[in-house]
């Protein structure tokens, strides 16, 4: 497994910015495509972005397309997402993950997961 660390959560207000970063540390970063996803109290886990080992391919959520950008860096062992435009219905913990090779939108494809980082949107 790679271990993930998440950083960069907080409160915002609505029409706000953030950006969130998640560093690896283990086996070769560039081995996994990468995942975000978020989690709010009550709800079930669900799928903000993806991107492909090597920053080809990037997936997004209907809620979140156009206004979230994923990225990631190999040489810094990260993976970004941008956040523009922040709603109210943002608010969750959000949690980076890594596959081994599939890109995919399903959590269950994820074998590795960081503890999360709290995002918080006030209206």
């Known amino acids: 497994q790679v271990q993930l660390v998440e950083s960069g959560g907080g409160l915002v207000q609505a029409g706000d910015s953030l950006r969130l970063s998640c560093v690896a540390s283990?086996?070769?970063?560039?081995?996994?495509?990468m995942g975000w996803f978020r989690q709010a109290p009550g709800k079930e886990r669900e799928f903000v972005a993806a991107i492909t080992r090597f920053g080809k391919t990037k997936l997004y959520g209907e809620s979140v397309k156009g206004r979230f950008t994923i990225s990631r860096d190999n040489a810094k062992k990260t993976v970004d997402l941008q956040m523009n435009s922040l709603k109210s219905e943002d608010t969750a913990v959000y949690y980076c993950?890594?596959?081994?090779?599939?890109?995919?939108?399903?959590?269950?494809?994820?074998?590795?997961w960081g503890q999360g980082t709290q995002v918080t949107v006030a209206s």
């Open positions: 283990g086996r070769t970063f560039s081995n996994y495509n």
């Open positions: 993950a890594a596959a081994g090779a599939t890109l995919s939108r399903t959590a269950a494809d994820f074998g590795s």
